[in-house]
């Protein structure tokens, strides 16, 4: 268990307000050893005395103006109507003191102080903990209440940054979790994560308890009846008082609940199966995945965290395993689905989270989608004009498939929509999609650079363009196909060198011809999609580095099953044979148009390659790892072609140089490309190629997932930073690694 954090260093603090919030921020400064004093002030002896003889405060009183002298901070913690009164005590008694409260809505306590004051002191720093209980009064105080709990200050631009660094050391020695925004911002979250559900709360329970049947109702209630209305027992005069100050947010949350809840009875009305499973099905994985926030599971929560791999040397790889579904493929099952003509069964869906985050966008603009379950995933089609505008911005996590792949389909919708990611991919360029498709007549605004977030202009007239690829990219190709769905006439892209084709094969799956003549693609635009099933292969950029493993390490045997081989995917195979690796493939076969097969590869001594410049769109995911192949291999490896990989998740020639110089593998770094001078031995006994050390991934999972294998032939653990983001684009990567061989340790780390 980690240690409290300090104490904070006031001489002493005073509580205006001595209920459930003010006694166990009492209580919680106690238990962090704070030893100057505590005291308090509230309208009731009683409590006083209570919270004297339970030893919370050293002393107070029903008089305010005794303990304002002797304190050093005081925090405000009474309803918010009484706030006003509170302050106009408090002003004429002020000297240096800092000044916080606790209420739960900010814009209408600033507006108090203002008018007090004349203007907000820099030294008064409003917040807000996001903890309570029905519970009330101090005997009911808990120094455990904000233990991992929101506090949420309100900053203004002229706050003084001494006081705002003693609120938050007061509410750090609570262990609480410190977040600042604006008052408004926070009235109008708080109107909707507290504020209605607490008058939801209260009005059901209220209207249950006036009908006749009152008793029976109650008496069989079930448990989430009992969950739910547990907050109707909280305190009424209080929520009084936040609804009367939060009036307008409130009623803003209160109107779209009721516009919500009108579009449910009108699907249950007419008996709209599809449209009521959307509502039920959308609001099932929104809680689910608000756990995952809660939870620090989700890559929101998991990019403010560092996970650190440390991977001892030596090992063999063997067995037999089958890696997650292919992510490109799952995103493009998810679009097409959703777009099609009725009901489409996905298998072998990859359940990572950008995925998820694809399907979750697409239930925030209507569609229903059923899963996923084990990889199953049913997506009921709306049909290419059925797409409804989303409330918010759509988050697609840290995929730039998707992000260029969306901007293609919602260039060509009705509605505005905005898209986003997370701070990794909110830094890379999106000019290359962005600059097309405004050539076809959409409209899109960016931020500086030319980066996410990406604002998309609906009600635009597409026309189709004939375009050639300064750069191969098959996301690029497949946003500007998927415009041309939208587009009046022919939309053509002409790519200089082949890249994976899989939109183009599930489109003609989904009977939307896809035509392709040497390197042109084209379509014609306002046909339809018809749904179909897909079975979602096996990843091979997520076999890669279980290829590599077994390709550089003695004594290596293994088997992976189901792998996609599409032959716009194959460079890895085909640069591994080329450096000698003993690969094979085995039973293969076509599922769903795509070409999958097992494959075995056995250790076997591998030799430095110039790898052919064909072959580099074919493999741009997978470098990184083959840069771990090619630092095993006798001789020198070179790559040229490939200035793609400095605009993905990380610069990845540089941020692998980097790392490999680390480890001792000599390399020399070209604008589009890298030399790595290999340290085979000149047996197969497992002896290391070169050193230990620590590197930094960039919170680039495939960087992260590279060193991790080249831990194998190192003398020394591979400590790799920054590497949280495995787990959302290849979740049971670290399992599937110990698995087969692999001594891998996961830390999370401050």
């Not at 599809?274 to 929560?301: C, E, I, K, W």
């Not at 099952?333 to 694809?358: K, P, Q, Y």
């Not at 003398?715 to 930073?721: A, F, L, N, R, T």
Request: proline letters at 5%; charged letters at 20%.
């Amino acid at each position: 268990m980690s240690a409290m954090p300090c104490a904070p260093a006031e001489r002493g603090i005073l509580i205006v307000g001595l209920g459930l919030i003010g006694g166990s921020l009492a209580a919680a400064l106690k238990a962090s050893g704070y030893r100057g004093r505590i005291v308090a002030c509230d309208c009731d002896a009683d409590e006083v005395a209570r919270g004297i003889d339970m030893g919370l405060i050293d002393d107070g009183g029903t008089q305010l103006a005794p303990w304002v002298a002797e304190s050093s901070l005081i925090v405000l913690a009474v309803p918010v109507l009484a706030m006003e009164d509170v302050l106009r005590t408090l002003a004429p008694r002020l000297d240096a003191q800092v000044v916080t409260d606790v209420g739960s809505t900010k814009s209408a306590i600033e507006a108090a102080v203002v008018r007090v004051f004349g203007h907000l002191p820099p030294r008064f720093v409003l917040g807000h903990p996001i903890a309570g209980s029905e519970k009330n009064g101090v005997a009911a105080a808990d120094a455990s209440l904000y233990r991992q709990h929101k506090v949420i200050l309100t900053p203004r631009e002229d706050t003084d940054p001494d006081a705002l660094a003693r609120v938050r050391a007061l509410w750090a020695a609570c262990g609480a979790q410190l977040l600042e925004m604006t008052p408004e911002r926070h009235d109008q979250v708080l109107a909707r994560t507290s504020h209605l559900p607490h008058l939801l709360a209260f009005s059901l329970v209220d209207t249950l308890a006036r009908q006749d049947e009152r008793l029976d109702i109650f008496r069989y209630a079930a448990g989430g009846f009992r969950d739910f209305t547990r907050i109707a027992g909280s305190d009424p005069v209080m929520w009084r008082d936040i609804f009367s100050a939060n009036r307008d947010a409130v009623l803003g949350a209160l109107d779209e609940f009721e516009a919500g809840v009108a579009r449910l009875r009108r699907a249950v009305t007419e008996g709209d199966g599809d449209a009521m499973l959307a509502v039920f099905d959308r609001a099932s994985h929104a809680r689910q995945y608000f756990d995952t926030l809660l939870n620090q599971t989700s890559y929101q929560a998991m990019e403010q965290r560092n996970i650190r791999y440390r991977v001892s040397p030596g090992g063999a790889v063997r067995g037999q395993i089958r890696v997650p579904g292919d992510k490109s493929i799952s995103h493009r099952s998810i679009m097409l689905g959703a777009l099609a003509d009725g009901v489409t069964e996905v298998h072998g869906f990859l359940e990572g989270e950008d995925s998820l985050a694809t399907l979750q966008a697409f239930r925030e603009m209507g569609v229903a989608i059923e899963g996923p379950h084990h990889g199953r995933v049913t997506i009921h089609g709306v049909g290419l004009h059925g797409l409804t505008a989303p409330a918010g911005p759509l988050y697609v996590g840290n995929s730039g498939t998707a992000m260029r792949l969306f901007a293609g389909l919602l260039a060509g919708q009705a509605f505005d929509t905005e898209l986003t990611g997370d701070v990794s991919l909110n830094k890379r360029p999106m000019g290359r999609i962005a600059d097309p498709l405004r050539e076809m007549g959409a409209v899109i605004e960016t931020a500086e650079g030319g980066r996410p977030p990406l604002t998309i202009r609906g009600g635009q007239a597409l026309s189709g363009i004939r375009y050639d690829m300064p750069m191969a990219s098959a996301q690029v190709k497949s946003c500007l196909l998927l415009a041309g769905l939208y587009a009046e006439g022919e939309t053509r892209v002409r790519e200089p060198a082949p890249t994976r084709d899989h939109t183009e094969r599930m489109l003609n799956g989904f009977g939307y011809p896809v035509q392709r003549d040497g390197d042109e693609a084209w379509l014609q635009g306002g046909g339809r999609l018809a749904a179909s099933p897909i079975d979602v292969p096996s990843d091979i950029s997520s076999a890669t580095f279980f290829l590599v493993a077994a390709a550089i390490t003695p004594g290596s045997d293994l088997l992976l099953e189901h792998v996609g081989i599409n032959p716009t995917r194959i460079g890895v195979i085909n640069i591994l044979q080329a450096m000698g690796a003993d690969l094979t493939l085995q039973e293969p076969r076509e599922v769903g148009g795509e070409p999958v097969a097992d494959i075995r590869i056995r250790y076997a001594p591998l030799k430095g390659i110039d790898i052919p410049t064909d072959q580099v769109p074919l493999a741009i995911d997978e470098f990184p790892a083959l840069f771990v192949a090619a630092a095993n291999a006798e001789g020198v490896t070179r790559l040229r072609g490939a200035e793609e990989l400095r605009v993905k998740e990380s610069d990845r020639i540089q941020a692998m140089a980097d790392g490999l110089t680390t480890l001792g593998v000599d390399n020399t770094v070209y604008p589009d490309g890298i030399d790595i001078v290999g340290r085979a031995s000149a047996d197969e006994t497992p002896a290391a190629h070169y050193r230990g050390g620590q590197v930094d991934s960039l919170g680039d999972h495939r960087i992260a997932m590279a060193f991790a294998v080249a831990a194998l032939r190192a003398s020394d653990e591979i400590v790799i930073d920054d590497c949280a983001n495995v787990a959302t684009s290849f979740p049971g990567f670290v399992d599937l690694a110990r698995r087969v061989g692999l001594v891998l340790d996961e830390q999370e780390v401050s």
